[in-house]
């Protein structure tokens, strides 16, 4: 493939396949992968993401004023970060999306994210 079509459809071709693979490796129950994402430290993370999204901007804009060497100011804003989102998905969070579930009328089963709810009808008929 020359370097001018690699450019224009190569990179693409393998984007797609690699997606494709990793779709693939974390979708089949028995893979490595699969597994490795199932531990329990990586679904806990999960679970805080949000927070860690929310929180870990404005925690690091303050530990960046101190003087202290930059692996020290780090360590302490992952610190404070995992902290912090760990209390806000706690006490905040989590009793939102129990509300969240009592007004929908249904919890979806373990395994199964928001969209399995929803069907995909393309005539557009509705239950």
């Avoid at 396949?17 to 990586?42: D, N």
């Avoid at 692996?71 to 912090?84: E, G, I, R, Y």
């Avoid at 009592?102 to 069907?119: C, E, I």
């Amino acid at each position: 493939m020359t370097p001018d079509a690699m450019a224009r459809f190569g990179w693409v071709v393998v984007e797609i396949s690699v997606g494709l693979i990793v779709l693939f490796l974390v979708t089949q129950s028995g893979t490595l992968l699969h597994r490795a994402l199932e531990a329990g430290w990586l679904v806990w993370i999960g679970r805080i993401s949000y927070g860690l999204y929310l929180w870990h901007a404005p925690i690091a804009s303050k530990v960046g004023w101190w003087r202290a060497p930059e692996p020290v100011k780090m360590a302490v804003t992952l610190a404070l970060a995992l902290l912090v989102a760990a209390i806000s998905y706690r006490w905040i969070e989590r009793p939102f999306l129990r509300r969240k579930a009592k007004l929908q009328g249904a919890v979806s089963a373990p395994g199964q994210g928001s969209l399995a709810r929803y069907r995909f009808d393309p005539v557009g008929s509705s239950d």
